[in-house]
C-alpha cells in the first residue's frame, strides 16, 4: 500500500545525521493514529525551507526517537513576497483564509481588526487566537508539503496598519469593485 509520508513540524534545529526525541503530543499522534512503527520513514521541517528525511528508531510509551538522514530541498517557494492583510473573521471563516494563504504561498499574514469585525480580541484571548492560528498555518504546511512557515505578524487595527510606512505595492480587494 502507498502510505503517505507523514510530515511534521519541529520547531528546532535539525541537520543531517542526528537525533532527537519527538514531543509527547507528536509521538501519540504517530503512533496511536498513524500506526508508525521502528523502522518508518517519516519528513521533519523546521521552517528553514528544507525537508528532512527520517527514520523511526524507537517508541516508549509516546516518545518517540528519530534519526535524521538527510536533508531534501523541499517545494519551491513563489518568488513574490506576499503579504495577506485579514480581517479577522468569526470562528471558522479565519482558519480557512489563512489556511488557503499558506496552500498558496504567502510569505506573512497580517490579522487586522476593521470597523466591522465582529470579534475584538485583546490580552490573553487574543494571544490564545494568535496561538490557535500558528497552528492552522503549521498544519497547512504540514499538509500541503510547503516547508517554509509563513510569518505571523501581531494583529493591528485597520487604521494602525494602514499608518505604517510602505514602499511596498497593496492591493485592495473590493467585493463592490
Known amino acids: ?27 501519540h499522534y504517530l503512533v496511536r493514529v498513524l500506526k508508525l512503527r521502528p523502522g518508518d520513514a517519516l519528513v521533519l521541517f523546521n521552517g528553514d525551507g528544507f525537508d528532512y528525511a527520517c527514520e523511526l528508531i524507537s517508541v516508549k510509551r509516546d516518545a ?22 485579514q480581517a479577522v473573521g468569526k ?22 481588526f476593521t470597523a466591522r469585525t465582529e470579534v475584538r480580541l485583546q490580552g490573553a484571548r487574543l494571544a490564545k487566537r494568535m496561538a490557535h492560528w500558528h497552528g492552522v498555518l503549521v ?32 492591493y485592495v480587494l473590493d467585493p463592490r469593485a
Open 64 to 85: 518517540l526517537t528519530v534519526h535524521v538522514n538527510t536533508r531534501l530541498p523541499a517545494v519551491a517557494e513563489s518568488p513574490l513576497r506576499l503579504t495577506l492583510v
Open 1 to 27: 500500500a502507498d502510505m503517505r509520508l507523514s510530515r511534521i513540524f519541529k520547531d528546532q534545529d535539525l541537520a543531517p545525521d542526528s537525533q532527537l526525541v519527538l514531543p509527547e503530543r507528536t509521538g
Open 91 to 112: 470562528g471558522d471563516r479565519m482558519d480557512y483564509s489563512l489556511q488557503k494563504a499558506t496552500e498558496l504561498g504567502v510569505a506573512q499574514v497580517q490579522p487586522v
Open 139 to 170: 498544519a497547512a504546511c504540514e499538509q500541503s508539503g510547503r516547508a517554509t512557515l509563513p510569518l505571523l505578524a501581531d494583529a493591528l487595527g485597520l487604521e494602525e496598519w494602514l499608518d505604517q510606512p510602505s514602499e511596498e505595492a497593496r
